[in-house]
């Protein structure tokens, strides 16, 4: 059975080159355009794995989407793996890590992301 893997990102062409990149290696990838949809997919679809992009319709999308899906308690334990260009887009001196409260994620992977280093990081958290 294969391990289910949902992208929520907005940019079309990085789902779908990350699909197939996931695909080839027996991942089973849906995907959603936006947080409130990729809300109601990881309800419904249960993915073993979260791939979560941060600017979608706004800024900082991700992170309350991040934030909403650990106050679930059915999505909780769900990893997710943020992936994303908003320290680059914005120009911001600092990275952003994995936190209890106001980013509760397992990995924080900057776009581009080499196809090495985010198989890297599905497998250790799938």
């Keep these: 059975m294969p391990k289910t893997i949902l992208m929520i990102d907005d940019d079309p062409e990085f789902v779908e080159a990350t699909t197939n990149l ?3 290696k027996g991942y089973d990838v849906i995907s959603a ?3 409130k949809e990729g809300i109601e997919k990881a309800r419904e679809h249960k993915p ?3 791939l979560l992009d941060v600017m979608m319709t706004t800024k900082s ?3 309350d989407v991040a934030r909403e899906m650990h106050k679930d308690d059915s999505l909780r334990n769900t990893p ?4 994303t260009g908003v320290r ?3 120009s911001l001196p600092f990275g952003f890590e994995p936190d209890e409260t106001w980013l509760p994620v397992k990995e924080v ?3 581009p992301v080499k ?3 985010l198989l890297k990081a599905v497998g250790n958290n799938i």
Aim: glycine share 8%.
């Design 22 to 24: 996931l695909d080839a």
């Design 33 to 35: 355009p936006n947080g």
């Design 48 to 50: 073993k794995l979260i």
């Design 61 to 63: 999308e991700g992170f």
């Design 80 to 83: 997710v793996i943020l992936i």
């Design 88 to 90: 680059k887009e914005m």
């Design 109 to 111: 992977l900057e776009k």
């Design 115 to 117: 196809p090495e280093v």
